[in-house]
């Protein structure tokens, strides 16, 4: 038999071009379709029903940038996908994306009330065509001291707050997330509080970087990440950015969360990022950054402090945790 | 020489060893696989802790196996048992300071004096590693009647991994919980008047399952 010489196979970069080509190829080829479909703007197909695949499912995972502002890389979309905190599932993270692989997101309403002066119902699909999507790439910093930097899509909350138009009393907004044991199993577990709750106040809500996230990459939502629509508040703690949220509420008084309920001495309403004040079992001053080796230092709120340090000033944070 | 020590293991002895070893295995090629989910040093960590912990358990019940069922092949991998519970919990703590940590001795050394779980992990390995170095024949001779309450030592470290792993999961203790009954049972079944009560009547099948075992 004839030797094959080391030279006639294919070189590295030529094979690694070729994937590379075919791969774009697709891209161009999904990419027209998205084109088609939602005549140049990435949005929901308003006639979207839950028995079709909504556009941006079939798309491949896209991002503006590559980094955040401070170079960090993108986590990759299957680590984003794959690696969940989500109890109402399981608490194993890399085996939400399985178990929650059939969870129903349409038809899905949220109900905005409490104090406000105009109370509604939305449909999910209704507030994506109202408020749109812009991608905002944050960082994701996880109480349990490991983070990730995702290209989310959404719109920031104020949107939806100012035309609700909260009344001067309410002083907390307050989320839910479904309830539904059938469909969450994790749910039955007696160990927590069901429905998870989590609260802002209304300052917070009303800032800019605080998202109403629908997609991340470029892509809706998959339940694992919390579809059809979750809370994104980059500067606090990730437990704070509630998933699959039915119920926003303004109230008077400060929501008790389901972390506050559970351990009241190691979960505060705040959740601040803050490298100088500890979790009383683990140190908050740096973090794994999932998809890379070693640890990096925390910043303090997460990076964000020059635009939410001010809602803070003259705020005890060792004792506001 | 070592071959011939090898080949005088029993099956029994073999089959510990090999059990003992293979989730040793099993997360080496994870690890090489990269299915060792997105946050690899956090399962490395959490799986090595579990197996340590589960072997020192194991390794605490091959005495009573022995009073109590008259299943002596038990004695005879007790000393391998904890030595392999030493050895996932040093990899357990290398994967923390080394890994995770990267050495990073300022950011080990507050873990380790702040956080209430990290202090009762470490003084159980501080155990274990004086249990390890004094496990020869040797040093049993050396240190006579002082081996045997130093080596009843084990038992404070087996509460202290009880307490690290409850105090370091969150709400749902359920697994740690199990894991103290068990230790519990063990303690208990070595209470003098338990232990008489429960040995007097060893099983008629237990015989032929150590003659069996012995080769």
Redesign the interface.
């Known amino acids: 038999m004839k030797k094959i010489l080391s030279s006639e196979i294919t070189p590295e970069n030529l094979y690694l071009s070729r994937r590379k080509f075919i791969k774009q190829a697709a891209l161009v080829v999904a990419g027209a379709g998205v084109l088609a479909a939602c005549n140049g703007k990435l949005k929901l197909n308003p006639g979207t029903t839950a028995s079709q695949t909504p556009t941006g499912i079939t798309t491949p995972p896209s991002a503006g940038a590559q980094t955040d502002e401070y170079g960090r890389a993108l986590t990759e979309y ?2 984003v996908t ?2 969940n905190n989500y109890y109402e599932f399981t ?1 194993d ?2 085996g939400v994306a399985r178990l929650s692989e059939n969870f129903k997101t349409r038809p899905w309403t949220v109900e905005v009330g409490g104090l406000v002066n105009n109370p509604k119902t939305y449909d999910v699909d209704d507030l994506l065509n109202q408020f749109g999507e812009e991608e905002r790439i944050y960082r994701l910093r996880c109480v349990e001291a ?1 983070s990730m930097v995702i290209p989310w899509l959404g719109f920031p909350l104020h949107k939806l707050l100012k035309e609700v138009e909260p009344k001067a009393s309410a002083k907390y907004v307050r989320f839910e997330t479904l309830y539904d044991p059938e469909q969450m199993p994790g749910q039955k ?1 007696p ?2 509080v069901w429905p998870y709750v989590e609260g802002l106040r209304v300052d917070e809500a009303m800032h800019d970087l605080t998202l109403i996230s629908t997609g991340l990459y470029g892509k809706h939502l998959l339940p694992q990440n919390g579809a059809p629509l979750r809370l994104v508040v980059p500067w606090k703690y990730g437990f704070k950015s509630i998933k699959s949220i039915v119920k926003i509420d303004l109230v008077e008084e400060m929501p008790t969360s389901l972390w506050m309920a ?2 009241p001495q190691e979960y505060g309403f705040y959740a601040n990022v803050n490298p100088q004040v ?1 979790h009383p ?3 908050q ?2 973090e ?1 950054i ?2 890379d ?3 990096k230092p925390t910043l303090m709120f997460n990076g964000y402090e020059e635009e939410v340090a001010p809602l803070y000033s003259g705020l005890d944070l060792e004792k506001w945790y | 020489m070592v071959l011939k020590k090898w080949f005088s293991f029993t099956r029994f002895q073999l089959l510990v060893h090999g059990a003992s070893l293979l989730p040793f295995l099993i997360l080496v090629v994870n690890y090489l696989t990269g299915n060792l ?3 690899p ?2 399962a490395a960590m959490q799986r090595t802790g579990r197996y340590a912990m589960v072997l020192l358990l194991i390794s605490l019940t091959c005495t009573p196996l022995n009073t109590i069922l008259g299943f002596r092949p038990a004695l005879k991998v007790r000393r391998a048992l904890g030595l392999y519970a030493f050895f996932y919990a040093s990899l357990h703590f290398f994967i923390f300071s080394v ?4 050495l ?1 001795l300022s ?1 080990i050394l ?2 380790i004096v ?4 990290i202090i009762v992990g470490t003084l159980a390995l501080v155990i274990l590693i004086a249990l390890a170095i004094t496990s020869t024949q040797r040093s049993m001779k050396r240190l006579g009647k002082l081996w045997k309450t130093l080596h009843q030592l084990v038992y404070a470290s087996a509460i202290l991994v009880i307490l690290h792993f409850m ?2 999961v ?3 203790i359920r697994e740690p919980l199990l894991y103290g009954a068990v230790l519990a049972l063990l303690l208990l079944v070595r209470i003098p008047a338990i232990r008489k009560k429960l040995s007097a009547r060893p099983p008629r099948w237990i015989a032929p399952v150590n003659r069996a075992l012995a080769k």
Do not use: P
Request: net charge positive; charged share 30%.
């Open positions: 299957d680590a794959n690696f608490t993270k890399a490991w577990s160990w927590y559970a351990a500890d079992r683990w140190s001053a740096s794994r999932i998809g080796s070693g640890r | 989910t997105y946050d040093i956090q890994l995770d940590f990267q990073n950011l507050r873990e702040y956080k209430r779980y105090w370091v969150k709400s749902d």
